[in-house]
Nanobody, 110 residues
Framework: VQLQASGGGLVQAGGSLRLSCAAS????????ADWHRQAPGKQRELVAR???????TYADSVKGRFTISRDNAKNTLYLQMNSLKAEDAAVYYC?????WGQGTLVTVSS
């Protein structure tokens, strides 16, 4: 499985971004998947997870602002990020265990 993350960029605080993670392989629709992030000097942390049955869970810090979803027809995982804050700035990684995407940088200006 290969994962290609995209969609990061520079956004003002309060703005929105949508991250995408395109996956190769035929088991995408059955696999749990998640987004993680790592800010400079901090450990990588789980942001959101979606199960094979599309049950979603979120870190407390992003609940109500971020939405994880998947399009099985496109083999793509998404992370819609709204009301972005300075503390959301990080490199975001998608994962379909045990595979990781390469990361996409999100910068939030205040």
């Amino acid at each position: 499985v290969q994962l290609q993350a995209s969609g990061g960029g520079l956004v003002q605080a309060g703005g929105s971004l949508r991250l995408s993670c395109a996956a190769s392989g035929s088991t995408f629709s059955l696999a749990p998947a998640d987004w993680h992030r790592q800010a400079p000097g901090k450990q990588r942390e789980l942001v959101a997870r979606i199960s094979g049955s599309d049950t979603t869970t979120y870190a407390d810090s992003v609940k109500g602002r971020f939405t994880i979803s998947r399009d099985n027809a496109k083999n793509t995982l998404y992370l819609q990020m709204n009301s972005l804050k300075a503390e959301d700035a990080a490199v975001y990684y998608c994962r379909i265990p045990p595979y990781w995407g390469q990361g996409t940088l999100v910068t939030v200006s205040s």
